[in-house]
């Protein structure tokens, strides 16, 4: 008997009863449903954590100023200027598991090249933070100590603001104006994309710390700076270099005892941490799902077969009077479990798939499905249909040919 | 001529109910290739019980059945399977087509099964119907076809395979007695034309068609006469 004929049969006799067919297929829908979006949340939340790694750059702390919390209330971090430039140089001169450390400022501008203008993030900081953050330019240079030291009244283009300024010419050596400070544009940056919150990491405009201050930001305390970030030597150093910084930091800014600090670190392994951990969680509680629903549907279509095997009796009869052999009438069946279930799995592939699109565009997370997850799928629904078919279609094939024509 | 058929002190017991009920009490009886035989016998004398075991589709409780020389008693299942699927064809009083198949795909099961490739098998499928003045129904499912015609895709389902041997119970039993004799001129043209034909049937004027007549009772041949029809 030939695959194709076994294979014809089995889909008739499915589509002898559609609804049936379909209710029985349901378990397994859910389950492939399930084990497609558990992988692609699963790959999805591991790219993403790749990115953020790949964007912020590796083992990096970052210091905030101010306090977490104020009397017991909770701030906005980064509101208050508890922290110099000064701190900053201490931390890379005294801070021995510390590679290197770069201060920020921010400030938000209007930025005008000719009659073109653009509003974005001017951010002030040192040659360091494009080591730190792995950024190198694509064209013209980078920072130098002298830009730092002197002032200079020169500026790197993030991607987006020199599109936008520039369309497709070379800015490099052109002068735009920041606040109507005329600043050379000596370097553009590399592209980096999408930051892990939805944000244009490359509509940004960097200028020398020291030119921020002073030109720019218009404090009133000019030695101030934001954000910190600090590059450990390593990953196995990162704890050792926050808990020096924090040692350092508390020592210069005379916090002891009870004292709220001024300022607070975060690890971005922590960070990156309990995302890793809430994306396990979810793909953990989608994997229970997936595996209940499949044992469910799979007892489901065992239940369905055996019920069908039943009605069919007679017909198991007429086939073994004409010559089907056990083995004939035994792969029938499994066919048709195993078409049941692969129909459900394919089913539950789109379904999954459409799925995790939709929990990506709300985490804002990559989907991705890969051949692999939906291979996986395809086989697991199979398995099912085999595991859960056979005993079905054992009892089938084991009818006496005399008594399957009897039946009534 | 050869012999196809041998059956020796067959027995058959059923249990039901703790009891003991023997349908056959030692029958036998030997067909020559060729022979048309009607057996006839009253209600529960065991006829059909008789073709279920000639059919291999039953075993007897002792005694020796020999279709074509091989000893049936001796045979895997499947080997079984493969007896019933090239020597033999069935003719139920029933007909037993499958529901929602083609006629077409009910007289090609007997080849699906004997792994004939598709084509072969369709075109066959459709010489057979032929033979049975079917030719034009092909497409129609058992529930579009009268009893007649259904008995006769039956038939077409029979001996699509060359069988040596037609077995048939009762095969004109729901049928109206035109359509009974239409039926009896297809096995009459069948036996001609060179295949055993053993059929089980209640009337006479059926019988007659047969060229011999084995009479039941209670599990025993109580008559086995050639009768004088034959040519
Ligand atoms: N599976 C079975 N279990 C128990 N008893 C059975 C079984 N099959 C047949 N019998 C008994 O065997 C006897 C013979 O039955 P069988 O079907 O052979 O009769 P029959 O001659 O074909 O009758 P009919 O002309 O009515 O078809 C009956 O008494 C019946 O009750
Ligand atoms: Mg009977």
Redesign the interface.
Same mark, same amino acid.
């Given at each position: $008997? =030939?695959l194709?004929?076994t294979l014809k049969i089995a889909l008739?006799a499915l589509r002898?009863n559609k609804m049936r067919s379909f209710l029985t297929m349901l378990g397994i829908i859910i389950g492939i449903a399930a084990v497609i979006a558990m992988m692609a949340v699963g790959a999805g939340a591991r790219h993403v954590i790749a990115q953020q790694i790949a964007s912020i750059g590796s083992n990096i702390i970052l210091v905030i100023p101010g306090s977490t919390t104020s009397g017991g209330i909770r701030i906005g971090t980064g509101a208050s200027q508890t922290l110099t430039s000064d701190d900053v140089k201490a931390i890379m001169a005294e801070c021995p598991s510390v590679e290197t450390a770069a201060p920020t400022v921010r400030s938000t501008a209007q930025v005008v090249f000719g009659n073109m203008n653009w509003s974005t993030i001017i951010m002030g900081s040192t040659p360091e933070m494009f080591d730190i953050r792995e950024w190198p330019t694509i064209s013209g240079r980078g920072f130098t100590r002298q830009d730092v030291d002197g002032a200079a009244k020169v500026c790197l283009l993030g991607q987006t603001v020199a599109e936008n300024l520039f369309g497709a010419a070379d800015p490099v050596g052109k002068v735009v104006r920041i606040k109507k400070v005329p600043f050379t544009v000596v370097g553009l940056l590399e592209r980096k994309g999408q930051s892990p919150q939805g944000t244009d990491q490359d509509d940004v405009i960097f200028v020398p710390l020291t030119a921020a201050q002073r030109k720019l930001v218009g404090s009133q305390f000019p030695n101030t700076v934001g954000a910190v970030l600090v590059k450990a030597k390593g990953e196995e150093l990162l704890d050792k270099a926050e808990s020096e910084v924090q040692s350092l930091l508390d020592q210069r800014h005379r916090i002891t005892g009870a004292k709220e600090p001024d300022y607070s670190t975060r690890n971005l392994s922590e960070i990156l941490a309990v995302a890793e951990q809430s994306s396990r969680a979810m793909s953990l509680l989608l994997g229970a799902v997936a595996s209940i629903s499949l044992v469910v549907g799979g007892i489901g279509i065992m239940n369905i077969m055996l019920v069908s095997v039943t009605e069919r009796t007679?017909?198991i @009869? +007429?086939? $073994? *009077? +004409? @010559? *089907?052999?056990? @083995? =004939?009438i035994l792969l029938q069946f499994m066919t048709e479990a195993v078409l049941l279930t692969m129909i459900g799995g394919l089913i539950g592939i789109c379904i999954g798939a459409a799925g995790a699109t939709v929990v990506s565009g709300i985490l804002s997370w990559p989907t991705l499905i890969s051949i692999e997850s939906v291979a996986i799928a395809f086989f697991f629904s199979g398995a099912v249909g085999i595991f859960f078919g056979f005993y079905p279609a054992r009892k089938a094939a084991g009818l006496n040919? +005399?008594d399957a024509?009897r039946y009534e | 001529m050869g012999e196809v058929i041998s059956l020796n002190d067959i027995h058959r017991a059923f249990i039901m109910g703790g009891q003991r009920f023997e349908a056959l009490k030692g029958v036998s009886f030997r067909v020559a290739e060729g022979e048309f035989v009607a057996i006839m016998g009253a209600s529960g004398s065991g006829k059909s019980t008789c073709m279920n075991i000639l059919g291999c589709l039953d075993h007897p409780t002792s005694g020796d059945y020999l279709l074509d020389g091989l000893d049936v008693g001796r045979i895997a299942p499947d080997q079984l399977a493969a007896i019933r699927n090239r020597k033999l064809g069935f003719v139920f009083q029933g007909f037993n087509l499958l529901a929602r198949t083609p006629a077409v795909e009910n007289v090609e099961l007997p080849l699906v099964y004997a792994g004939i490739p598709a084509r072969e098998r369709r075109r066959r499928a459709l010489a057979a119907l032929e033979q049975v003045s079917l030719a034009g129904k092909e497409n129609n499912h058992s529930s579009q076809l009268s009893g007649g015609q259904q008995q006769r895709v039956a038939i077409a389902r029979a001996l699509v395979n060359e069988p040596a041997v037609i077995l048939a119970d009762e095969p004109t039993g729901n049928l109206d007695s035109a359509t009974s004799e239409e039926i009896m001129a297809l096995f009459t043209d069948l036996n001609r034309s060179g295949i055993t034909i053993i059929m089980v049937t209640h009337e006479a004027d059926v019988a007659a068609c047969a060229g011999r007549r084995i009479t039941f009772r209670d599990g025993l041949i109580i008559g086995d006469s050639q009768t004088s029809q034959t040519d």
């Open positions: $008997m =030939d194709l004929q008739r002898t007679r017909e @009869g +007429i086939r $073994m *009077a +004409i @010559g *089907a052999r056990k @083995g =004939d040919p +005399i024509l | -």
